[in-house]
């Protein structure tokens, strides 16, 4: 049974920072890429960055280039998300998740088959 276990998130002051964790567990995740999404309140969930298991490759949405970094450690099958720089529009509950990397597009969430169960992170003003 695939398990995905975030950590890390909590509150924080606006320029501050944060680092989310995800544990993976169940199955073997070399074709893999491992995402992380956020979801606000009254919207809808949006891609944050992925990185594809096999080579490291990541993927960044605009909005996050240059303040977060996604990294995994392959001995810990750990996939985490740094987060610099924070503001409050990145208040949001953040999610991991992980698919098929054979597609063509990872900012996509339909392609993701297995999701963990979201941390909450906050940015105060």
């Known amino acids: 049974q695939v398990q995905l276990v975030e950590s890390g998130g909590g509150l924080v002051q606006a320029g501050g920072s944060l680092r989310l964790s995800c544990a993976a567990s169940?199955?073997?995740?070399?074709?893999?890429?491992m995402g992380w999404f956020r979801q606000a309140p009254g919207k809808e969930r949006e891609f944050v960055a992925a990185?594809?298991?096999?080579?490291?490759?990541?993927y960044y949405a605009d909005s996050v280039k240059g303040r977060f970094t996604i990294s995994r450690d392959n001995a810990k099958n750990t996939v985490y998300l740094q987060m610099n720089s924070l503001k409050p529009e990145d208040t949001a509950v953040y999610y991991c998740?992980?698919?098929?990397?054979?597609?063509?597009?990872?900012?996509?969430?339909?392609?993701?088959?297995?999701w963990g169960q979201g941390t909450q992170v906050t940015v105060s003003s």
């Open positions: 998740a992980a698919g098929p990397s054979y597609y063509n597009d990872y900012t996509l969430p339909h392609i993701y088959d297995y």
């Open positions: 169940g199955r073997t995740f070399s074709r893999y890429v």
């Open positions: 990185i594809r298991w096999s080579d490291g490759s990541t």
